[in-house]
T-cell receptor
Framework: KAGVTQTPRYLIKTRGQQVTLSCSPI?????VSWYQQTPGQGLQFLFE???????NKGNFPGRFSGRQFSNSRSEMNVSTLELGDSALYLC????????????FGSGTRLTVV | GQQVMQIPQYQHVQEGEDFTTYCNSS?????IQWYKQRPGGHPVFLIQ?????EVKKQKRLTFQFGEAKKNSSLHITATQTTDVGTYFC??????????????FGTGTRLTVIP
């Protein structure tokens, strides 16, 4: 079966712009989580969605938002980009909750210049 | 707040030597998961431990969950070059919402010298 698909793979944006990242989970997976990975901070939890509802949220500013659609696909949006937002953004899906492990996508590498 | 610390941050070993990474939580966990991320790749789920004192093995990998459910370890016997990567633990706490709130450790980057 297809894995977790994230688009785009790479993105370069200018400070102040906004960006939308997309994630298609494994078919049947209803829980989708987003993580930011940077060399200095490791894997930082952004939010988790389940059945179109945000079920959990990390400690990120309000510029970071997300949503989940009825087909479980998810998007995350970052507004007013800052240089420090440059990172690998990973989406992970699981069946109901990550009780049996996440399946991660390959990520979107965002560079803010 | 919830913190999961992982040590060491880096480890270089000769091929054939053993390797261990340790994970410690400031609070009691519901479960712990382990992931491996190859250079340039994404984290891949290895295993989940749920029971106090649980020990699970996957070939040369041995995973342990502490009795108090606050710490865990991953031990690799006789490392091979294919073991290269960063190993993350993720401590989980079940929420009333049904979510399993995962807190990732900082990871241990393993280098294996042939």
């Amino acid at each position: 079966k297809a894995g977790v698909t994230q688009t785009p793979r790479y993105l370069i944006k200018t400070r102040g712009q906004q960006v939308t990242l997309s994630c298609s989970p494994i078919s049947g997976h209803r829980s989708v989580s987003w993580y930011q990975q940077t060399p200095g901070q490791g894997l930082q939890f952004l939010f988790e969605y389940f059945s179109e509802t945000q079920r959990n949220k990390g400690n990120f500013p309000g510029r970071f938002s997300g949503r989940q659609f009825s087909n479980s696909r998810s998007e995350m949006n970052v507004s007013t980009l800052e240089l420090g937002d440059s990172a690998l953004y990973l989406c992970a899906s699981s069946l109901i909750s990550p009780n049996y492990g996440y399946t991660f996508g390959s990520g979107t590498r965002l560079t803010v210049v | 707040g919830q913190q999961v610390m992982q040590i060491p941050q880096y480890q270089h070993v000769q091929e054939g030597e053993d390797f261990t990474t340790y994970c410690n939580s400031s609070t009691t966990l519901s479960n712990i998961q382990w992931y491996k991320q190859r250079p340039g790749g994404h984290p891949v789920f290895l295993i989940q431990l749920v029971k106090s004192g649980e020990v699970k093995k996957q070939k040369r990998l041995t995973f342990q969950f502490g009795e108090a459910k606050k710490n865990s370890s991953l031990h690799i016997t006789a490392t091979q070059t294919t073991d290269v990567g960063t190993y993350f633990c993720a401590g989980g706490r079940f929420e009333e919402t049904g979510a399993n709130n995962l807190f990732f450790g900082t990871g241990t980057r393993l280098t294996v010298i042939p």
